[in-house]
């Protein structure tokens, strides 16, 4: 997997690239110096800070074995970088629409302990915390217990989807026109009807690694599931020519 990251999205290779959708932009000089500047930024600054090479011969490596890894990003605030979060498959899962493309996930994460929620959920606040999180979870914080963990739900899905696409409004105008939400539960909440966090995208949050990917399947077929076959194959061949 290295060799093929090596080939496609090497760190010493000039990989991303930048178009407009509209082709009467394209030729107009303050345009095209801003494209630069954006490509230049994303290439040699902010994946070159962030984790994304560091993860990624292990997402490309479940992608061609176990089949149609998730990655999630996000900016860590405190250092501002992107950071690239992988997930285990037991733990992840990602419908598609009619048309065979992602249009949400659902992923669980069981290892939250009591200040990793204060600190992502409530700035920090304690008094915030005990109007948002369970009992449990506000005793361990109380009681600065660093052991006990607890299981988050994420649920991302576009804005546009009927059942939850009405979780963030009315908007402000910094957030229009989002296109994804991602919303926050404790699996045991204090109140069911109130999520921990509501964020806002303008394009999808996580990314989905798929070799072959059917209409009908969950998941992606990979090299290594084609290889079971072709292995089982030849041994029953071999097998028929020494008997």
């Given at each position: 997997?290295?060799g093929?990251?090596?080939?496609?999205?090497?760190?010493?290779?000039?990989?991303i690239?930048?178009?407009?959708?509209?082709?009467?932009?394209d030729?107009i000089?303050?345009?095209?110096?801003?494209?630069?500047?954006i490509k230049?930024?994303?290439?040699k600054?902010?994946?070159?800070?962030?984790?994304?090479y560091?993860?990624?011969?292990?997402?490309i490596?479940?992608?061609l074995?176990?089949g149609?890894?998730v990655?999630?990003g996000?900016e860590?605030?405190?250092?501002?970088?992107?950071?690239w979060m992988p997930?285990h498959?037991?733990?992840?899962?990602v419908t598609?629409?009619?048309y065979?493309?992602?249009?949400?996930?659902?992923?669980?994460d069981?290892?939250?302990?009591?200040?990793?929620?204060?600190?992502?959920f409530?700035?920090?606040d304690?008094?915030?915390?005990?109007?948002l999180?369970?009992q449990?979870a506000?005793t361990?914080?109380?009681?600065?217990?660093?052991?006990?963990?607890f299981?988050v739900?994420?649920?991302?899905?576009?804005?546009?989807?009927?059942?939850w696409?009405n979780?963030?409004?009315?908007?402000?105008?910094?957030?229009?026109p989002?296109?994804?939400?991602?919303?926050?539960f404790?699996?045991?909440?204090k109140d069911?009807?109130?999520?921990?966090?509501?964020?806002?995208?303008?394009?999808?949050?996580?990314?989905?690694?798929n070799?072959?990917?059917?209409f009908?399947e969950?998941?992606?077929r990979?090299?290594?599931w084609?290889?079971?076959?072709?292995?089982?194959s030849?041994?029953?061949?071999?097998k028929?020519?020494l008997?």
């Amino acid at each position: 997997q290295k060799g093929l990251q090596g080939n496609m999205v090497s760190s010493g290779i000039d990989w991303i690239q930048y178009g407009f959708g509209a082709s009467e932009l394209d030729g107009i000089d303050e345009l095209d110096l801003w494209r630069q500047e954006i490509k230049d930024h994303m290439s040699k600054s902010a994946y070159k800070r962030s984790n994304f090479y560091d993860v990624l011969p292990g997402f490309i490596l479940d992608g061609l074995t176990i089949g149609s890894p998730v990655m999630f990003g996000e900016e860590d605030m405190a250092t501002g970088r992107v950071m690239w979060m992988p997930t285990h498959h037991k733990d992840t899962f990602v419908t598609y629409d009619k048309y065979n493309e992602t249009n949400g996930c659902i992923n669980r994460d069981s290892r939250f302990t009591g200040k990793d929620l204060l600190d992502k959920f409530c700035g920090g606040d304690v008094e915030k915390a005990k109007e948002l999180l369970s009992q449990p979870a506000v005793t361990a914080i109380e009681q600065g217990d660093i052991k006990t963990e607890f299981t988050v739900w994420r649920y991302v899905f576009r804005a546009n989807d009927l059942v939850w696409g009405n979780l963030k409004k009315p908007l402000s105008d910094s957030e229009r026109p989002y296109k994804w939400l991602s919303v926050y539960f404790e699996d045991t909440p204090k109140d069911k009807d109130k999520p921990l966090k509501v964020e806002v995208f303008y394009s999808s949050p996580f990314v989905v690694l798929n070799y072959d990917k059917k209409f009908s399947e969950p998941v992606s077929r990979t090299p290594a599931w084609y290889a079971i076959f072709d292995s089982a194959s030849g041994n029953q061949l071999v097998k028929a020519f020494l008997e």
